[in-house]
C-alpha cells in the first residue's frame, strides 16, 4: 500500500520561509511525477507545483513562481517544496501527491498524502 506523508508544515510570519517534505512507501517512486496542490478555508484545491519524474521538468502555478522551488531525490524517494517570500494568501493544507504525469489537474494524481498546515500571519 502506497503512503505518502508530508512534513514541515508550521506557522511562520510573511515573508518567511519554510521547506516542506514528502515521504514516499513506494519501491518505484522513480517512476511517478509528483505534485503539490493546497487547499484553503473554504476553496478548492489547487495546484501548486509539480514535477517529472527524473526532476528534469517542472511546473508551477503563477502565483508561487519565483518564489516556490519543488524537488525531488529518488534515492530516499522523497519531494520536497521549498517555499520562500511566504503570503498570508498561501495560508492553506499543502498535500503532495504521486502522478501518472506532470499536470496541474489533480485527477492526474493516483495517492496522495494527508495534508500539512501551512499558516502566513501578516
Known amino acids: 500500500q502506497v503512503q505518502l506523508v508530508e512534513s514541515g508544515g508550521g506557522l511562520v510570519q510573511a515573508g518567511s520561509s519554510l521547506r516542506l517534505s514528502c515521504a514516499a512507501s513506494?519501491?518505484?517512486?522513480?517512476?511517478?511525477?509528483m505534485g503539490w496542490f493546497r487547499q484553503a478555508p473554504g476553496k478548492e484545491r489547487e495546484f501548486v507545483a509539480a514535477?517529472?519524474?527524473?526532476?528534469?521538468?517542472?511546473e508551477y502555478a503563477d502565483s508561487v513562481k519565483g518564489r516556490f522551488t519543488i524537488s525531488r531525490d529518488n534515492t530516499n524517494n522523497t519531494a520536497s517544496l521549498q517555499m520562500n517570500s511566504l503570503k498570508p494568501e498561501d495560508t492553506a493544507i499543502y498535500y503532495c501527491?504521486?502522478?501518472?504525469?506532470?499536470?496541474?489537474?489533480?485527477?492526474?494524481?493516483?495517492?496522495w498524502g494527508q495534508g500539512t498546515q501551512v499558516t502566513v500571519s501578516s
Open positions: 514535477i517529472s519524474r527524473g526532476g528534469g521538468s517542472t
Open positions: 501527491a504521486l502522478g501518472t504525469v506532470v499536470s496541474t489537474y489533480a485527477r492526474h494524481y493516483i495517492n
Open positions: 513506494v519501491r518505484t517512486f522513480h517512476a511517478y511525477a
